[in-house]
């Protein structure tokens, strides 16, 4: 009976140390891509009424009050001149099926994230008819990564410690 207890007791604790993780804040360029190249998992919050609003190519008054979320899982970095880019940034992105929120049926929303070496993150969201993946909507949110310091709309947490 102990070394049930001991097993369950061991296992319990494993289990804690893995899913029940506290998330760290991540505050800055540099500490976003130590995570990410090192294998950690990073998760991403964007609070879209904390970003300026670019729809077809105007900035817009109105802000959504809406918050989207990802998995960082497959990324690509590009360092400064790499691909003629006058700053460093990392790219991520991801696409799902959802049903439409502004219109009939279903939509892939997808999601193009560009964070910046000076912090500045910019996120790109299409709805794409699944047909024939016609543009049904076409913004961008632009902020800075999430510190202590400011109010922005990118938050970035890591499950490492």
């Not at 049930?4 to 007791?9: D, E, K």
């Not at 976003?32 to 190249?37: G, I, Q």
């Amino acid at each position: 009976m102990k070394l049930m207890v001991s097993i369950l007791m061991v296992v319990s604790s494993l289990l804690m140390t893995t899913e029940g993780r506290a998330q760290k804040p991540i505050e800055n360029f540099s500490s976003l891509m130590s995570v990410l190249n090192s294998g950690g998992g990073v998760k991403a919050v964007f609070h879209y009424s904390k970003c300026k609003l670019i729809m077809n190519g105007e900035e817009s008054d109105w802000k959504p009050d809406a918050i989207g979320g990802m998995s960082i899982d497959v990324y690509e970095y590009f360092a400064k001149g790499a691909v003629r880019n006058d700053r460093a940034y990392v790219v991520f992105s991801e696409n799902k099926l959802i049903e439409n929120p502004i219109g009939d049926g279903y939509v892939y929303n997808y999601a193009k994230v560009r964070v910046y070496e000076d912090g500045e993150v910019i996120i790109y969201v299409r709805y794409l008819g699944p047909q024939d993946f016609s543009e049904n909507m076409n913004e961008e949110f632009h902020t800075t990564i999430k510190t202590v310091d400011n109010d922005a709309g990118a938050y970035f947490f890591s499950s490492q410690e």
